[in-house]
């Protein structure tokens, strides 16, 4: 359980995880309209991502 709690934590954006975040290329740095909205992005993102042991 440690094993899953670890990928989750490390895997996934907050409010579920602490997974690092900054503006990159990918989002425009910061100008990108699908980071207007951080926790919309984190939410989505977080639907989105598959973790597996």
């Given amino acids: 359980m440690k094993l899953n709690k670890w990928l989750v934590d490390w895997g996934k954006y907050a409010p ?12 425009d740095f910061g100008f990108s309209d699908k980071v207007f909205d951080l926790s919309a ?13």
Avoid: A, M
């Fill in 16 to 27: 579920i995880g602490n997974r690092g975040f900054f503006l990159s290329r990918v989002t």
């Fill in 41 to 53: 992005y984190f939410k989505e993102r977080n639907q989105e991502t598959l973790i597996f042991p």
